[in-house]
């Protein structure tokens, strides 16, 4: 019987992990074994931090509308009880935005919570 060799699939293998690992720091780039853990690493933190973007952003909306209800004087609970009670359906990206770049709509719906 033959031998088996495997080096074409362990070429193949470890130049998609090299690949992947370009522009990494010193050997992390071209040592196929730094290169792998260092990959791992990443792959790990791509994963939470797809998850963590959520938050952070989320967290950038509220403190823009805030900013945006204090300047109008209103507070940020007051206001979104407020779009609660008078059933509008603005999630927070919408709402920070209309207070960035068109604050007179968003001094609009600071009136009609008012009222």
Known sequence: MAKIK?????RRRKKRVL?????????RSKQFQQARRTLMHALVYA???????KRTFRRL???RINAACRGAGITYS??????????VVLD????????????????????LIKQ
């Open 6 to 10: 495997h080096s074409v699939a362990t």
């Open 19 to 27: 690949k992947k690992a370009k522009g990494y720091w010193g050997d």
């Open 47 to 53: 994963y939470a931090d797809r998850r963590r973007k």
């Open 61 to 63: 909306w509220i403190t």
């Open 78 to 87: 007051a206001f979104m009880n407020g779009l609660k009670k008078a059933k």
């Open 92 to 111: 927070r990206k919408v709402l920070a935005d209309l207070a960035v770049k068109d604050s007179a709509a968003f001094k609009k719906l600071v009136e």
